[in-house]
Protein backbone atom coordinates (compact mmCIF):
# COMPACT_ATOMS: atom_id res chain seq x y z
CA UNK A 1 0.00 0.00 0.00
CA UNK A 2 1.41 3.20 -1.16
CA UNK A 3 0.46 6.63 0.61
CA UNK A 4 1.06 10.18 -0.09
CA UNK A 5 1.01 13.10 2.55
CA UNK A 6 1.40 16.49 1.58
CA UNK A 7 2.62 19.85 3.36
CA UNK A 8 3.64 23.47 3.36
CA UNK A 9 0.19 24.81 2.07
CA UNK A 10 -0.88 28.03 3.97
CA UNK A 11 -1.83 31.60 3.60
CA UNK A 12 0.73 33.84 1.93
CA UNK A 13 0.58 37.40 0.23
CA UNK A 14 0.40 37.96 -3.63
CA UNK A 15 4.12 38.15 -4.61
CA UNK A 16 5.47 35.67 -1.93
CA UNK A 17 6.89 31.96 -2.11
CA UNK A 18 5.86 28.61 -0.40
CA UNK A 19 7.08 25.65 -0.63
CA UNK A 20 4.91 21.87 -0.89
CA UNK A 21 6.13 18.76 -0.45
CA UNK A 22 4.70 15.75 -0.64
CA UNK A 23 6.39 12.66 0.75
CA UNK A 24 5.40 8.62 0.07
CA UNK A 25 5.29 6.17 2.40
CA UNK A 26 5.15 2.34 2.07
CA UNK A 27 7.50 -0.09 1.31
CA UNK A 28 8.67 1.22 -2.04
CA UNK A 29 10.75 -0.28 -4.64
CA UNK A 30 10.05 2.79 -7.35
CA UNK A 31 7.66 5.47 -8.34
CA UNK A 32 7.57 6.55 -11.67
CA UNK A 33 5.58 10.21 -13.09
CA UNK A 34 4.62 12.18 -9.90
CA UNK A 35 3.10 15.86 -9.67
CA UNK A 36 1.17 18.02 -8.76
CA UNK A 37 -2.60 19.06 -9.17
CA UNK A 38 -4.85 22.05 -7.91
CA UNK A 39 -8.51 22.46 -7.44
CA UNK A 40 -10.43 25.72 -6.76
CA UNK A 41 -13.68 26.14 -5.65
CA UNK A 42 -15.93 25.74 -8.06
CA UNK A 43 -13.50 24.48 -10.61
CA UNK A 44 -12.09 21.37 -12.17
CA UNK A 45 -9.16 19.83 -11.04
CA UNK A 46 -6.39 21.06 -13.59
CA UNK A 47 -2.50 19.62 -13.48
CA UNK A 48 0.03 22.06 -12.38
CA UNK A 49 3.44 20.02 -12.79
CA UNK A 50 4.35 16.33 -13.42
CA UNK A 51 7.99 15.21 -12.75
CA UNK A 52 9.18 11.47 -14.20
CA UNK A 53 11.56 9.33 -12.26
CA UNK A 54 14.59 11.07 -14.41
CA UNK A 55 13.48 14.25 -13.78
CA UNK A 56 11.71 15.29 -17.06
CA UNK A 57 9.63 18.00 -16.09
CA UNK A 58 6.12 19.26 -17.56
CA UNK A 59 4.04 22.29 -16.47
CA UNK A 60 0.88 24.39 -17.23
CA UNK A 61 1.14 27.41 -18.81
CA UNK A 62 -0.02 29.09 -16.21
CA UNK A 63 2.50 28.42 -13.71
CA UNK A 64 5.70 27.59 -15.92
CA UNK A 65 8.68 30.27 -15.10
CA UNK A 66 7.05 30.58 -11.67
CA UNK A 67 6.42 26.98 -10.42
CA UNK A 68 10.00 24.87 -9.86
CA UNK A 69 8.78 20.67 -9.56
CA UNK A 70 11.20 18.44 -8.00
CA UNK A 71 12.10 15.52 -6.60
CA UNK A 72 14.10 13.62 -3.92
CA UNK A 73 13.85 9.49 -5.53
CA UNK A 74 15.60 8.26 -2.50
CA UNK A 75 13.46 9.88 -0.19
CA UNK A 76 10.31 8.70 -2.34
CA UNK A 77 9.31 12.66 -1.78
CA UNK A 78 8.14 15.24 -4.48
CA UNK A 79 8.40 19.25 -4.17
CA UNK A 80 7.10 22.26 -5.68
CA UNK A 81 8.52 25.59 -5.03
CA UNK A 82 6.03 28.07 -5.96
CA UNK A 83 7.04 31.55 -6.44
CA UNK A 84 5.06 35.35 -7.10
CA UNK A 85 2.25 33.88 -6.48
CA UNK A 86 -1.01 35.27 -7.58
CA UNK A 87 -4.43 35.09 -6.03
CA UNK A 88 -5.35 32.93 -8.45
CA UNK A 89 -3.07 30.17 -7.90
CA UNK A 90 -5.48 29.88 -4.41
CA UNK A 91 -6.28 26.00 -4.76
CA UNK A 92 -6.17 23.17 -2.82
CA UNK A 93 -2.87 21.24 -4.02
CA UNK A 94 -2.50 17.43 -4.60
CA UNK A 95 -0.10 15.23 -5.02
CA UNK A 96 0.08 12.26 -7.43
CA UNK A 97 2.04 9.35 -8.23
CA UNK A 98 1.14 7.60 -11.50
CA UNK A 99 2.42 4.33 -10.83
CA UNK A 100 4.52 3.01 -7.80
CA UNK A 101 5.74 -0.36 -6.94
CA UNK A 102 5.85 -1.56 -4.06
CA UNK A 103 6.44 -4.62 -2.26
CA UNK A 104 2.54 -5.97 -2.33
CA UNK A 105 1.94 -4.48 -5.67
CA UNK A 106 1.60 -2.07 -8.18
CA UNK A 107 -0.05 1.18 -7.32
CA UNK A 108 -1.73 3.61 -10.29
CA UNK A 109 -2.86 6.87 -9.68
CA UNK A 110 -2.42 7.10 -5.93
CA UNK A 111 -3.44 10.84 -4.59
CA UNK A 112 -2.78 12.65 -1.58
CA UNK A 113 -5.75 14.05 0.67
CA UNK A 114 -4.87 17.68 -0.39
CA UNK A 115 -3.10 20.73 1.12
CA UNK A 116 -4.45 24.69 0.58
CA UNK A 117 -2.95 27.22 -0.40
CA UNK A 118 -4.27 30.72 0.00
CA UNK A 119 -2.83 33.85 -1.83
CA UNK A 120 -4.41 37.14 -0.18
CA UNK A 121 -3.51 40.18 1.11
Known amino acids: QVQLVESGGGLVQPGGSLRLSCAASGRIFNIYGMGWYRQAPGKQRELVAT???????NYADSVRGRFTISRDNAKNTVYLQMNILKPEDTAVYYC???????????????WGQGTLVTVSS
Open 96 to 110: NADRAVTSTGVYRGV
Open 51 to 57: ITSGGST
